[in-house]
């Protein structure tokens, strides 16, 4: 299967500061790109999902000047946690899909703790 | 009504028996239909798909599609303590209701597979 890298696997930050996390497709061209969040023991939750070269679409009550994503290419994407704070603390997860492809394949993940 | 649906478990076995995963669905247009396995603390990984009515087998792994039945599942044969995880049933939605062809969950379904 398709590979997807996440980077990095584990951060922790102080509240207030800004976060940055990197989604590489590593064998492939990700046409799009999703973001997820979850917490423990629940399910994973849709933040938003990018196309390389336009902006991303946010869900429902997924603010967008918090979590800011940019997929300037077809094998990158980042999403950045602005002054971040204790309830994003959470396991965020992302997932790429080629053109023509219906498969969607995940990212190792990123575990934030902000404290 | 959830869009998709999964019995939550746990599903327990015992290793060399047979596990019966299901999902049903809601949206008749959805067009692919997807099994993913999360283990704990880990991001989820793609182990089948399958796209038409009837079976496909992979290794110990069957899924079933029923589309009249708007019905999916997964059938782990010789089940293993290692094929202890949560496993999450995902559907793609219809292209034309402008969806960005995005993944809809279930909430997965725990299977502990006893020694």
């Known amino acids: 299967g398709a590979v997807v890298s996440q980077h990095p696997s584990r951060v922790i930050c102080k509240s207030g500061t800004s976060v940055k996390i990197e989604c590489r497709s590593l064998?492939?061209?990700?046409?799009?790109m999703f973001w997820y969040r979850q917490f423990p023991k629940k399910s994973l939750m849709l933040m938003a999902t990018s196309n390389e070269g336009s902006k991303a679409t946010y869900e429902q009550g997924v603010e967008k000047d918090k979590f800011l994503i940019n997929h300037a290419s077809l094998t990158l994407s980042t999403l950045t946690v602005t002054s971040a704070h204790p309830e994003d603390s959470s396991f965020y997860i992302c997932s790429a899909r080629g053109q023509g492809l219906g498969e969607q394949y995940f990212g190792p993940g990123t575990r934030l703790t902000v404290t | 009504q959830k869009e998709v649906e999964q019995n939550s478990g746990p599903l327990s076995v015992p290793e060399g028996a047979i596990a019966s995963l299901n999902c049903t669905y809601s949206?008749?247009?959805?067009?692919?239909f997807f099994w993913y396995r999360q283990y704990s603390g880990k991001s989820p990984e793609l182990i089948m798909s399958i796209y038409s009515n009837g079976d496909k087998e992979d290794g110990r792994f069957t899924a079933q599609l029923n589309k009249a039945s708007q019905y999916v599942s997964l059938l782990i044969r010789d089940s293993q303590p290692s094929d202890s995880a949560t496993y999450l049933c995902?559907?793609?939605?219809?292209?034309?209701?402008?969806?960005?062809?995005?993944?809809?969950f279930g909430s997965g379904t725990q299977l502990t597979v006893l020694p």
């Open positions: 064998d492939f061209q990700a046409t799009t």
């Open positions: 995902a559907v793609n939605r219809d292209i034309s209701s402008g969806s960005a062809r995005q993944l809809t």
């Open positions: 949206d008749r247009g959805s067009q692919s």
